[in-house]
C-alpha cells in the first residue's frame, strides 16, 4: 500500500517562532496533497490542498500568509507555521493522492505545541 | 454540500459486548465513496474500508461489519464482541466521485470506549 511520512512526529516551539513540517510520500507520486488540522477531541479540518508545482488552495478562514504550503516535487510538500502562537497548538495531519491512487493516504501526524 | 454526521459523540461498552457506530450523509453526487478511520491514542488514522455508492452489499472483516443503506443515507458500523484494544475515535468520511483527488469530509467522530 501507499506510505506517507511526516517529519517531525512532535514539536515544541517558541511564541513567534516559525515551524516547518515535512509531508512524504514514500512509494508513489503524489500529485496532490492535502493538510489538515486536528484540536483536541475535534474532527480533522481541511485546511488546503496543493498540486504539484502550482499554488495551494485553502479552505475559508486559513490564512495563507501564516500556513505556508510548498508542494515542490512529487514526494514532498511542506507546512510551514510561520510566527507561531498558542493558538496555533494543535495536531497537523498530510495526506496524499496521486499515480493510481485517487483516495487520500495519511501520515502519522505531528503534533505542534507553542509555548 | 457535503455533510457527515455521526450522532453518537461517546460511546461505552463492556469487553464483549457488540457496538454499532452511526455514520448518516449528505450528497447531492451520484458517484460517492465513504469511508471509516480508526484513529487511536497515538493519532495516526488507520483505514478501515472504502465503498462505493453503487455497491450496497454489507461487507464483513473479521469482528467489523458495514451495513450501507443508500434509503436512508446512512453507513454505519458494528463491531461484534469488543475488544479493549477497539478503544479509539472512529470516523465516518465521504468523498465525491470526480475527479484525480477527491476531498474527504470527515464526521465529528465518536469516541468508543471498550472497558475490561
Known amino acids: 500500500g501507499a506510505v506517507v511520512s511526516q517529519h517531525p512526529s512532535w514539536v515544541i516551539c517558541k511564541s513567534g517562532t516559525s515551524v516547518k513540517i515535512e509531508c512524504r510520500s514514500l512509494d508513489f507520486q503524489a500529485t496532490t496533497m492535502f493538510w489538515y488540522r486536528q484540536f483536541p477531541k475535534q474532527s480533522l479540518m481541511l485546511m488546503a490542498t496543493?498540486?504539484?508545482?502550482?499554488?495551494?488552495?485553502?479552505e475559508q478562514g486559513v490564512e495563507k500568509d501564516k500556513f505556508l504550503i510548498n508542494h515542490a516535487s512529487l514526494t514532498l510538500s511542506t507546512l510551514t507555521v510561520t510566527s507561531a502562537h498558542p493558538e496555533d497548538s494543535s495536531f497537523y495531519i498530510c495526506s496524499a493522492s496521486g499515480g493510481t491512487y485517487n483516495e487520500q493516504f495519511f501520515g502519522p501526524g505531528t503534533r505542534l505545541t507553542v509555548l | 454540500a457535503q455533510k457527515v454526521t455521526q450522532a453518537q459523540t461517546e460511546i461505552s461498552v463492556v469487553e464483549k459486548e457488540d457496538v454499532t457506530l452511526d455514520c448518516v450523509y449528505e450528497t447531492r453526487d451520484t458517484t460517492y465513496y465513504l469511508f471509516w478511520y480508526k484513529q487511536p491514542p497515538s493519532g495516526e488514522l488507520v483505514f478501515l474500508i472504502r465503498r462505493n455508492s453503487f455497491d450496497e452489499q454489507n461487507e464483513i472483516s473479521g469482528r467489523y461489519s458495514w451495513n450501507f443503506q443508500k434509503s436512508t443515507s446512512s453507513f454505519n458500523f458494528t463491531i461484534t464482541a469488543s475488544q479493549v484494544v477497539d478503544s479509539a475515535v472512529y470516523f465516518c468520511a465521504l468523498s465525491d466521485g470526480t475527479g484525480s483527488a477527491r476531498q474527504l469530509t470527515f464526521g465529528s467522530g465518536t469516541q468508543l470506549t471498550v472497558l475490561p
Open positions: 496543493s498540486n504539484e508545482g502550482s499554488k495551494a488552495t485553502y
